[in-house]
């Protein structure tokens, strides 16, 4: 009786730890509002974080449905609004790079330096050059950056975007993210967005 017990509590130990490690999938269509919020939840693994020296760089991963709700900027979308836009985006792999200061310096371009000619090579290398010192790894596939754009904020916020479109995947599979920074001294740094956090994004609730 005892073995029978012990062996059905195990049972349902294990039943439970699945529910948990499946929980994600259960998530249902959102609404705009709610959509974003779960994209920018850092808990969904949807942005990915590290601080080396006195920066803290954040990569966001953004679904093409995100990208078409940041253009409409509205609640109330419906689904031909949302498709229209995604045709615009699906072609691409989508990322915002920020690169922020540790301790929130007013402007993180100055940070570490004391003289106008080493903030202007930063400005410049942001602007032009940086769009070489990205890649997407996907499987053995190596994706060069096809576009970018530097956004700054000139001293209003302690930190830079990096808006990136990489040509899109072939396969589904982890995307290592690879920055080779050559400007704020932080050498090679890489991120892991995981498929299955991909694949775990809610659909987007419309009106029709």
């Given at each position: 009786?005892?073995?029978?017990?012990?062996?059905?509590?195990?049972?349902?130990?294990?039943?439970?730890?699945?529910?948990?490690?499946?929980?994600?999938?259960?998530?249902?269509?959102?609404?705009?509002?709610?959509?974003?919020?779960?994209?920018?939840?850092?808990?969904?693994?949807?942005?990915?974080?590290?601080?080396?020296?006195?920066?803290?760089?954040?990569?966001?991963?953004?679904?093409?449905?995100?990208?078409?709700?940041?253009?409409?900027?509205?609640?109330?979308?419906?689904?031909?609004?949302?498709?229209?836009?995604?045709?615009?985006?699906?072609?691409?792999?989508?990322?915002?790079?920020?690169?922020?200061?540790?301790?929130?310096?007013?402007?993180?371009?100055?940070?570490?330096?004391?003289?106008?000619?080493?903030?202007?090579?930063?400005?410049?290398?942001?602007?032009?050059?940086?769009?070489?010192?990205?890649?997407?790894?996907?499987?053995?596939?190596?994706?060069?950056?096809?576009?970018?754009?530097?956004?700054?904020?000139?001293g209003l916020a302690p930190y830079v975007d990096i808006v990136l479109a990489f040509p899109k995947a072939r396969t589904h599979s982890d995307l290592r993210f690879e920055y080779d920074d050559h400007i704020f001294g932080l050498g090679k740094i890489k991120f892991i967005v995981n498929e299955k956090d991909i694949q775990h994004i809610p659909e987007l609730k419309t009106?029709?």
């Amino acid at each position: 009786m005892l073995e029978k017990l012990k062996n059905k509590f195990l049972l349902a130990t294990l039943i439970a730890i699945a529910c948990f490690g499946c929980k994600k999938n259960t998530t249902g269509p959102l609404y705009p509002s709610a959509y974003m919020q779960y994209v920018l939840d850092p808990e969904n693994g949807l942005i990915q974080k590290k601080t080396i020296g006195g920066f803290t760089l954040v990569l966001q991963y953004k679904p093409i449905e995100f990208m078409a709700l940041q253009v409409l900027k509205n609640e109330n979308v419906t689904k031909r609004e949302i498709d229209n836009l995604k045709e615009k985006f699906s072609d691409n792999e989508n990322f915002t790079l920020r690169i922020e200061s540790k301790n929130n310096a007013s402007n993180v371009l100055k940070q570490g330096i004391n003289n106008k000619e080493a903030y202007y090579q930063r400005l410049d290398y942001l602007t032009a050059d940086v769009i070489q010192d990205f890649k997407l790894i996907n499987n053995t596939d190596t994706i060069f950056c096809a576009l970018h754009h530097f956004e700054r904020y000139d001293g209003l916020a302690p930190y830079v975007d990096i808006v990136l479109a990489f040509p899109k995947a072939r396969t589904h599979s982890d995307l290592r993210f690879e920055y080779d920074d050559h400007i704020f001294g932080l050498g090679k740094i890489k991120f892991i967005v995981n498929e299955k956090d991909i694949q775990h994004i809610p659909e987007l609730k419309t009106l029709y």
